[in-house]
């Protein structure tokens, strides 16, 4: 079968076949970065780029263990978020009204002017160039998450080892990213709130948060097309010539017993596809609650262009913690 007839042959193919979409566009956004390799949030990462969230510092490397500025810090925060102009009456109309050290023609002054306008608490001496600490860049995703919406959310309380310091207001805006599972502990419950937050790290909490967006609303900006739709993140491999293996993960399960299944794959215009997927309840046994995360394979000829989406009415797992667990 030549590679022409299997294009058109696929548009054809069933869930039976086990033959499904994965785009190049998305293949290309994962080696968009050559130091990315082995770091924990590559794949968000490569997400947030394919949705034109963020930028690397060159085109080629991204500097994941680089301390983020709060230039960077903001933009991706307004960016990531989809923040909005917000305009109020007595509010600053550009950036080095309300910002001392903010020039109006840098590249993050239009995100410093709309992260005030939207609530941000930042200081008008703010330095775009210093380093944010993860405790005020946690701090800020909060703000910035209270400016899409008052959102559900579990009041688990999270004893932070080395929180002891922390004002209320970031202890508060900790507590509530702990129990959105958009931030984690590490070993013996520490958050090292005064270290500062790394690009990688940055960013992998701002996929998380427009992953818990979407789920709450539907969309962060009025387009559900991005490849993290619905909390949904893509991986792709080479599978063979003309061919993409595409591994969709949904995560924030509440445990290891929940599973995920495609359930079929819309070819539109374009040769953009769109694959949904179904989460799977548990099966008879007992489960260690913990928060897991679920992958379905998929594959389909290379030029296609994927998302992915929960199947209209499927079942949708209680959320983790939640009483009806």
Not at 9 to 34: E, H, Q, R, Y
Not at 42 to 71: D, R, W
Not at 156 to 175: C, P
Not at 256 to 264: E, N, S, V, W
Request: aromatic share 8%; hydrophobic share 40%.
């Amino acid at each position: 079968m030549n590679r022409q007839t299997f294009m058109h042959s696929a548009k054809k193919m069933t869930i039976a076949c086990g033959i499904l979409a994965a785009s190049v566009s998305f293949g290309a956004s994962a080696f968009a970065f050559s130091d990315l390799k082995g770091d924990p949030a590559e794949t968000k990462i490569n997400a947030l780029h394919e949705a034109g969230v963020i930028n690397g510092v060159t085109s080629q490397l991204f500097a994941p263990k680089s301390k983020m500025t709060y230039g960077q810090a903001i933009q991706l925060l307004v960016h990531g978020l989809a923040l909005e102009q917000n305009p109020a009456a007595g509010s600053p109309s550009k950036a080095s009204d309300y910002f001392a050290k903010i020039d109006d023609k840098s590249w993050y002054a239009s995100s410093f002017l709309i992260a005030v306008q939207n609530g941000l608490s930042l200081d008008k001496a703010t330095d775009p160039n210093t380093a944010v600490t993860r405790a005020n860049f946690a701090q800020l995703l909060d703000e910035a998450l209270k400016a899409k919406g008052d959102f559900p959310v579990t009041k688990m309380y999270f004893n932070i080892a080395d929180g002891g310091k922390l004002s209320a207001e970031v202890g508060s805006s900790l507590q509530t990213l702990l129990n959105m599972r958009i931030l984690s502990l590490e070993t013996g419950g520490k958050f090292r709130p005064n270290d500062a937050v790394t690009r990688s790290e940055a960013a992998a909490w701002v996929h998380d948060a427009r992953a818990y967006v979407q789920r709450m609303l539907g969309t962060v900006d009025g387009d559900d097309s991005s490849s993290t739709s619905q909390g949904a993140d893509i991986k792709v491999e080479k599978a063979a010539d003309g061919v993409n293996k595409v591994s969709v993960t949904v995560g924030n399960l509440p445990n290891p017993g929940y599973g995920l299944t495609i359930a079929r794959i819309d070819f539109g215009d374009g040769k953009k596809a769109v694959i949904y997927y179904e989460i799977t309840k548990p099966g008879p046994g007992m489960y260690p609650q913990v928060i897991s995360k679920a992958t379905a394979v998929a594959y389909l000829p290379e030029g296609y262009t994927a998302s992915a989406k929960p199947l209209p009415g499927s079942y949708t797992p209680p959320e983790p913690d939640s009483p009806q667990y």
